[in-house]
T-cell receptor, first 112, second 113 residues
Framework: AQRVTQPEKLLSVFKGAPVELKCNYS??????LFWYVQYSRQRLQLLLR??SRESIKGFTADLNKGETSFHLKKPFAQEEDSAMYYC??????????????FGKGITLSVRP | NAGVTQTPKFRVLKTGQSMTLLCAQD?????MYWYRQDPGMGLRLIHY???????AKGEVPDGYNVSRLKKQNFLLGLESAAPSQTSVYFC????????????FGPGTRLTVT
């Protein structure tokens, strides 16, 4: 079974502060990890995926297989980063890679 | 190119009533999904489809049925609505196996009284 844990429900920071949104996963095989974001009044959209190893809107995330983590980081938060963030996992086993398992999400609030 | 659309946007039902939510995508995607989003619970997969004419159960399928008669449409049915089905429902699609970016619809807010 695959499971994604986002231990915090809310993170509130001031503009310019560093941000780290935590994500831990459980999966017996080799997972694909993603971060999705939902801005206010917008639909859910992909922010980044570990396989592409890119920085999007200043956010990065590194897959740590030893710690089974995929934390999302940004050195300097902006007000426009305020949103709901979901960590998601897709397995590579047959049948598993047609589905995503989402964590419960975390609300990031960036104050001016 | 509208992407993924959902009908209706809002609906209020009385307990025991039935309804169908429609999801349509114009991206020629093979895979389609229905999720529900509840506070503190995140997104949970209800049912999904890996192609026209096929459906499969997700994490929380009870009380829902689905059909994928046409590739571009994925219908979610509630035969006898219950207050526990009050939620925001999202549809998503992706091009196929190995293409992990899911494209989401705007959501349907359903209230069951």
């Amino acid at each position: 079974a695959q499971r994604v844990t986002q231990p915090e429900k809310l993170l509130s920071v001031f503009k310019g502060a560093p941000v780290e949104l935590k994500c831990n996963y459980s999966y017996s095989g080799s997972p694909e990890l993603f971060w999705y974001v939902q801005y206010s009044r917008q639909r859910l959209q992909l922010l980044l995926r570990h396989i592409s190893r890119e920085s999007i809107k200043g956010f990065t995330a590194d897959l740590n297989k030893g710690e089974t983590s995929f934390h999302l980081k940004k050195p300097f938060a902006q007000e426009e980063d305020s949103a709901m963030y979901y960590c998601a996992l897709s397995g590579q086993a047959a049948g598993a890679n047609s589905k995503l398992t989402f964590g419960k999400g975390i609300t990031l609030s960036v104050r001016p | 190119n509208a992407g993924v659309t959902q009908t209706p946007k809002f609906r209020v039902l009385k307990t025991g009533q039935s309804m169908t939510l429609l999801c349509a995508q114009d991206m020629n995607h093979e895979y389609m999904y229905w999720y529900r989003q509840d506070p503190g619970m995140g997104l949970r997969l209800i049912h999904y489809s890996v192609g026209e004419g096929t459906t499969a159960k997700g994490e929380v399928p009870d009380g829902y049925n689905v059909s994928r008669l046409k590739k571009q449409n994925f219908l979610l049915g509630l035969e006898s609505a219950a207050p526990s089905q009050t939620s925001v429902y999202f549809c998503a699609s992706t091009s196929g196996r190995g293409a992990y970016e899911q494209y989401f619809g705007p959501g349907t807010r359903l209230t069951v009284t």
